[in-house]
């Protein structure tokens, strides 16, 4: 009885997460690729969400619409996609290696696209409606810091910084790591009295999002579990910020990615496979709707700009041989493309396998 209740926790509070997550984004992936192909006139022969033998499936006109068993991956199948397909004449019009360049390439891109359109729709949405950010109520302050000994106590809440009012965390540390270590004149809320203290911020090694050690201008103060607000912005400032994040997220992803591929093994820490997404499905998922819908724009983000390296099997892969195309006058051989292919498969596997011995080792380790 234990087993089987444990294994149905399992199913639902990781499995079932992590299947709807990946669902999702890989349909918004792969609709980028049929709607575009649709627009461009490219006949679609097949739409799939994940791999391998069909569990349900439906044609509807040119398209059969499949659910696969495998959910890690789906695609879409247009008419005439290899360049060595046989297509016949009255068909030849609707086949994808019968459109111009520009066209093929609207269509490889699209599902990229559209999952980095989907996640700052997402983060717009977020602002919108609402999500829980910190106040400025301090829970911890370290000994011997500035703020310890300028005489702030845990408890306290900071209203103002030379005179600008204060509401949120976020805007306080800004301050504070922009300050440049000049003095700073805080005004403090403890109970019922105001308090005005002045001091400076010092430097300390801290790390980023990447886990790399940089120099930070700090007081040694740390916000309070307790201290939660709900903000929300308007409709501009909302697109405005969703935009901003994109940015940043899309920087640090390539950072990242720069990171692994140059020293693959010192920083296989932040590479995960299916067992790290679903632990990380489940618990956003119980912290709430909005938690794990900002999970779903972080990954549909940088599956959106994966998909777009030039690696063959991926569409980053298939543009590459596009603009190879473009650039000599005449598409890359079919043999060459079959070889890019395979090298390409067997450098993904490669780091499947990578990433799920990464996880396992997780496991082990009881790390997760």
Known sequence: MDIILSSSTVVTSYILPAVVLLGILIFVHELGHFLLAKLCGV??????LGFGPKLIGKKIGDTEYVISALPLGGYVKPLGESPDEPVADEDRPFALNSQSTGARFLILVAGSAFNIIFATVVYAFVYMVGFPVLTTLIGEVIEDSPAARA???????????????????????????????????????????AIEIALRPEIKQREDELGREQDKYMVGIAPSAEGFELRRYGPLASAGKACQDVWKYTKLT????GMLITSPVANKEHLG???????????????????????????????GIFNLLPIPILDGGHILFLLIEAVKGSPVSVRVMEISHQVGLALLLALML??????VARLSQGLF
Request: proline share 3%.
């Open 43 to 48: 006949r679609v022969l097949k739409f799939s």
């Open 151 to 193: 005489g702030i106590a845990p408890g306290d809440s900071v209203e103002s910084i030379d005179g600008r009012p204060i509401r949120y965390w976020d805007d306080l540390q800004a301050i504070v790591t922009e300050s440049g270590g000049r003095e700073l004149r805080l005004s403090i809320r403890r109970g019922s009295d």
């Open 254 to 257: 390539f950072e990242l990615l």
């Open 273 to 303: 496979g299916p067992i790290l997404i679903g632990k990380i499905a489940g618990d956003f998922a119980r912290q709430g709707i909005i938690s794990f819908v900002l999970l779903m724009a972080v990954i549909s983000l940088n599956l």
């Open 354 to 359: 990578f990433v799920c011995y990464n996880d």
